[in-house]
T-cell receptor, first 112, second 115 residues
Framework: GQSLEQPSEVTAVEGAIVQINCTYQ??????LSWYQQHDGGAPTFLSY????GLEETGRFSSFLSRSDSYGYLLLQELQMKDSASYFC?????????????FGRGTQLTVWP | NAGVTQTPKFRVLKTGQSMTLLCAQD?????MYWYRQDPGMGLRLIHY???????AKGEVPDGYNVSRLKKQNFLLGLESAAPSQTSVYFC??????????????FGPGTRLLVL
């Protein structure tokens, strides 16, 4: 089976930097994705790592270490609108390519 | 371009009743998915489809059935609703993963309450 661990809650102040970690145990690992979900809204795609290293998209960056089964999402210059839940999700290869297994989510609260 | 749409947005059922949730996408995506989201549980895959006429089970398929008769539509059925099926249901779609695009696009969700 697949299992993912991420912190349930993180708090930070506006302008700060926050890192949300995700560790996973899976067979046939293919890639790690991150999704954002505001209260009452739908998940939206943020980032994907298929290879080791850092992917940067504006204020958000995501990192993957396949050897450590570990990734993180880095949010810089935090804004109030970044308050949301963040989910890591692993994609497994083979016949189930395309399927995502989601973590339970990290609730980020940004304070003024 | 509406993206992924879901019908209805909200529904209340009594135990034992049946209903169908409709998901439609206008992005010509091959893959479609049905998830349920419960507090503290993240998103769990119910069923998915890798193309028109094909379906497969996900992590929590019991009590649900699906059909993909047209590429743009993916239906989720509850034959005999139970209170344990009270949840928020999300539909998602994506390009064929071998196309190298990994994004899943989600619909706005359907909130289902089973009494």
């Amino acid at each position: 089976g697949q299992s993912l661990e991420q912190p349930s809650e993180v708090t930070a102040v506006e302008g700060a930097i926050v890192q949300i970690n995700c560790t996973y145990q899976t067979s046939g690992f293919y890639g790690l994705s991150w999704y954002q979900q505001h209260d009452g809204g739908a998940p939206t795609f943020l980032s994907y790592n298929g290879l080791d290293g850092l992917e940067e998209t504006g204020r958000f960056s995501s990192f993957l270490s396949r050897s450590d089964s570990y990734g993180y999402l880095l949010l810089q210059e935090l804004q109030m609108k970044d308050s949301a839940s963040y989910f890591c999700a692993v994609e497994v290869g083979g016949s189930t390519l395309g399927r995502l297994y989601f973590g339970r989510g990290t609730q980020l609260t940004v304070w003024p | 371009n509406a993206g992924v749409t879901q019908t209805p947005k909200f529904r209340v059922l009594k135990t034992g009743q049946s209903m169908t949730l409709l998901c439609a996408q206008d992005m010509n995506h091959e893959y479609m998915y049905w998830y349920r989201q419960d507090p503290g549980m993240g998103l769990r895959l119910i069923h998915y489809s890798v193309g028109e006429g094909t379906t497969a089970k996900g992590e929590v398929p019991d009590g649900y059935n699906v059909s993909r008769l047209k590429k743009q539509n993916f239906l989720l059925g509850l034959e005999s609703a139970a209170p344990s099926q009270t949840s928020v249901y999300f539909c998602a779609s994506s390009y064929h993963p071998q196309a190298g695009v990994e994004t899943q696009y989600f619909g706005p969700g359907t909130r289902l309450l089973v009494l």
